[in-house]
């Protein structure tokens, strides 16, 4: 009521005089003459505060229509002012994170984030990366959950893994144990020295130029996939690649990509490669023709330890290749980044510029696209869009699209959010460590070199990405089989 007597009083002041002078000259009870004062009665009086009250309404009501209309205003001016515009991007933006996620986006935007400070899309794309990192560090099924609970709700979303490769790991199994004896198995190998480094580029590129001998064209997610399977053996098991069979290699990654890519179907016919087996024995068990001399592992353990390296390097090694080398117009800041590479490499002081090649194309194409969760009770996984939120405008700016390793030099506190190639929490990737950048710059370099843009040309086979070098390029595993990098003969007089 207080308040109520406060704002009709500042906007008639004079009806309140009005009513004093009244009260003196009136037989009436004086109950009646205070409730008067309250509520005046005069036609006036009544008439002119109806106004003001109406007036009030009004103003709200316009300032209440302005605030949505400027808002819609700015998010579509915001979108339309991209440079670079898909209509994938539009339904990132403006629509759910992911049509199967069932969680709901939290109401707040949290910590040092100030909802004033940052505009509306902006506060829209920070939902969703706090979304994202709700599934990836496990705190969407509650505060902190037990080590078998986070590893059981991960292994359930990536069962499919289990049967199409009979792999125990880390990401499959939800027994503690096996977690951490992978993990012992996983860090012993990505330690690696300098001299480690300087050593695998020289198989990365012997590699390479053999892929080109006798050849005018190379295939390139073929070579890409061979490349990084060789390196992994050697990285991971010191394989003898005098002993290694190319076509083995062929065949293993060709059976390993149909495996992955049936497995994302779920029509119930999956079931392990009885090829793959016998490809695998052969590397690793056989007596006579096995790479890895002394091998204490089985060949479903060594699977185990390939997959979550070569799996999470050969695409994003492939884009990173074909953007940095045959995409920008300014090759000359590229050759200095990576200058030094490989002697640089595990060298902390010396290292720093040419990682950012790594970082960059692990943001545009983080290996895992999207990352996986089961719900506590059941339904299908929920996931997180790790490419989206690497790829919002609002976060990233209007060159998000672009490759600009140089952005690395100094992340805003919104873009280090919305960085997570290698997850987070508890559960983050320990080649994240430095290994992951670390092999992924050097596999790239190796391709640059060898499969350079002064000796040879892409070949997409599809008209736009061939005639427009600002098209993203595709970045699901079977939209690159028909890339070839085609050799140019120069004509000699
Ligand atoms: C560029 C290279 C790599 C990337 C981008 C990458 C990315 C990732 C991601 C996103 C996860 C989390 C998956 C999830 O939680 O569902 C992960 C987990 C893991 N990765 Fe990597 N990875 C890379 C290389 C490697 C390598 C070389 C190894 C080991 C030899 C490795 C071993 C592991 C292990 C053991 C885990 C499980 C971690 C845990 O749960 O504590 N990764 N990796």
């Not at 002012?81 to 709901?104: E, K, S």
């Not at 074909?322 to 490499?345: E, F, M």
């Not at 990737?429 to 670390?438: H, L, M, V, Y």
Request: glycine share 4%.
């Amino acid at each position: 009521m207080r308040r109520w007597m406060g704002i009709s009083t500042s906007i008639s002041f004079s009806n309140v005089q009005l009513h004093l002078h009244h009260q003196k000259n009136c037989a009436l009870p004086r109950r009646y003459h205070s409730a008067q004062a309250l509520f005046p009665r005069s036609a006036t009086t009544t008439a002119k505060m109806l106004i003001a009250i109406l007036a009030l309404l009004f103003l709200s009501l316009a300032y209440g229509v302005h605030h949505i209309i400027s808002h819609q205003t700015g998010l579509l001016h915001q979108i339309f002012t991209q440079n670079i515009f898909t209509t994938l991007q539009l339904a990132r933006l403006i629509g759910p994170p992911n049509p199967n996620d069932l969680v709901t986006l939290p109401d707040t935007i949290p910590d040092s984030i100030s909802t004033s400070k940052i505009s509306t899309a902006q506060a829209l794309a920070t939902q969703r990366i706090n979304h994202a990192r709700s599934i990836i560090d496990f705190s969407y099924a509650g505060p902190k959950l037990e080590l078998e609970d986070r590893l059981r709700l991960r292994a359930l979303a990536n069962s499919r893994l289990v049967v199409a490769f009979g792999i125990d790991t880390s990401l499959t199994s939800s027994s503690v144990s096996v977690h951490k004896e992978f993990h012992k198995l996983a860090n012993a190998s990505i330690s690696k020295s300098n001299a480690d480094w300087q050593k695998l580029y020289e198989v990365s590129m012997n590699f390479l130029q053999r892929e080109k001998i006798g050849r005018n064209s190379v295939h390139l997610a073929e070579c890409v996939r061979c490349l990084c399977f060789v390196v992994v053996l050697v990285s991971q098991f010191e394989a003898d690649l005098m002993k290694l069979d190319g076509s083995i290699v062929k065949q293993v990654t060709d059976e390993i990509n149909t495996q992955w890519l049936k497995s994302k179907v779920n029509d119930g016919t999956l079931k392990r490669s009885e090829k793959l087996k016998r490809y695998l024995y052969t590397l690793f068990e056989d007596p006579e023709k096995s790479v890895v001399t002394g091998a204490a592992i089985s060949s479903t353990q060594a699977l185990g330890l390939i997959i979550p390296q070569y799996e999470t390097l050969w695409r994003v090694v492939l884009l990173t290749y074909i953007t940095a080398y045959h995409r920008q117009s300014d090759r000359r800041s590229l050759k200095k980044r990576v200058r030094d590479v490989p002697a640089c490499l595990g060298n902390a002081a010396i290292e720093k510029e040419a990682l950012k090649l790594a970082k960059e194309g692990l943001r545009l194409y983080p290996s895992n696209n999207s990352i996986y969760r089961a719900l506590p009770g059941t339904g299908p996984p929920i996931s997180a869009d790790v490419q989206a939120c690497h790829r919002y405008f609002d976060v990233w700016g209007p060159d998000a699209l672009e490759f600009r390793p140089e952005r690395f030099d100094n992340l805003t506190p919104l873009q280090e959010k919305a960085y997570f190639p290698f997850s987070l929490g508890s559960h983050k990737c320990p080649a994240s460590r430095g290994f992951g950048n670390r092999i992924v710059t050097m596999l790239v370099v190796s391709m640059g070199r060898a499969l350079s843009p002064e000796t040879g040309k892409l070949n997409f086979r599809d008209a736009q990405l061939d005639d427009e070098v600002g098209t993203p390029l595709p970045t699901g595993r079977d939209e690159m089989e028909n890339w070839s990098w085609d050799l140019v003969l120069v004509q000699r007089s």
